[in-house]
């Protein structure tokens, strides 16, 4: 079965480092998400791209974060530098479509968790 | 301004009873709601979604019931099996041409007692 492939699994971190992590989609899939998930809340959207392009980044916070999806495929979702309230876990979803409705489900990743000291 | 809501941090059933999860939303333009089951070290799966013309559906021993005048929907799993036991995130989205946003809930942690 396909799955959302990411790394690393677990990152420690010191503030102000930078750190970077990837996710690999399934195949086919058109349209790729990054989500933060803070303990004890639900997953937020940060980025969402349609093949390379980005279609929504409303709520990713520009001045440390940015993310890439260069081919169209792969992606990786930066911050530099981490600051202490970065601590997350970080998920990755890909989608045939972007409608992100019932059609168009999305199918998340196991996540990155980060921690930062 | 949280849209979507889940007031119920935990819920414990016992094996074989009905599970019922709650979800309120403020926003009654969303166009379907969906449920998420995550279990832990894993990604949230998909479980089952309803559209905003439906108030009801049905999918083995889930189903999920739409009340569009109270703003709330509920998951309910009838019977309840230990396997159930993980967290299940309400979602709403909203389609905008070709492009939707889904919007989370805090997620309830359900157990299933044995």
């Known amino acids: 079965e396909a799955e959302v492939a990411q790394s690393p699994r677990y990152k420690i971190t010191e503030k102000s480092q930078a750190v970077a992590f990837w996710c690999d989609p399934i195949?086919?899939?058109?349209?790729l998400y990054w989500y933060r998930q803070i303990l004890g809340q639900g997953p937020e959207l940060l980025v969402q791209?349609?093949?390379?392009?980005?279609?929504?980044d409303s709520q990713l916070p520009k001045d440390r974060f940015s993310a890439e999806r260069l081919k169209g495929v792969d992606s990786t979702l930066k911050i530099q530098p981490a600051e202490l309230g970065d601590s997350a876990m970080y998920l990755c979803?890909?989608?045939?479509?972007?409608?992100?409705?019932?059609?168009?489900?999305?199918?998340f990743g196991p996540g990155t968790r980060l921690t930062v000291l | 301004d949280q849209q979507v809501k889940q007031n119920s941090p935990s819920l414990s059933v016992q094996e074989g009873r009905i599970s019922i999860l709650n979800c309120d939303y403020t926003?009654?333009?969303?166009?379907?709601f969906l449920w998420y089951k995550k279990y832990p070290a894993e990604g949230p799966t998909f479980l089952i979604s309803?559209?905003?013309?439906?108030d009801k559906n049905e999918d083995g021993r889930f189903t999920v019931f739409l009340n569009k005048s109270a703003k709330h929907l509920s998951l309910h799993i009838v019977p309840s099996q230990p396997g159930d036991s993980a967290v299940y995130f309400c979602?709403?989205?909203?389609?905008?041409?070709?492009?939707?946003?889904?919007?989370f809930g805090q997620g309830t942690t359900l157990q299933v007692k044995p």
């Open positions: 791209f349609q093949d390379e392009s980005v279609v929504d």
């Open positions: 926003n009654s333009m969303f166009d379907y």
């Open positions: 309803i559209s905003s013309i439906k």
């Open positions: 195949s086919g899939h058109a349209t």
């Open positions: 979602a709403a989205n909203k389609v905008s041409g070709n492009t939707g946003k889904l919007i």
């Open positions: 979803a890909s989608s045939l479509g972007s409608s992100g409705g019932p059609y168009d489900t999305q199918y």
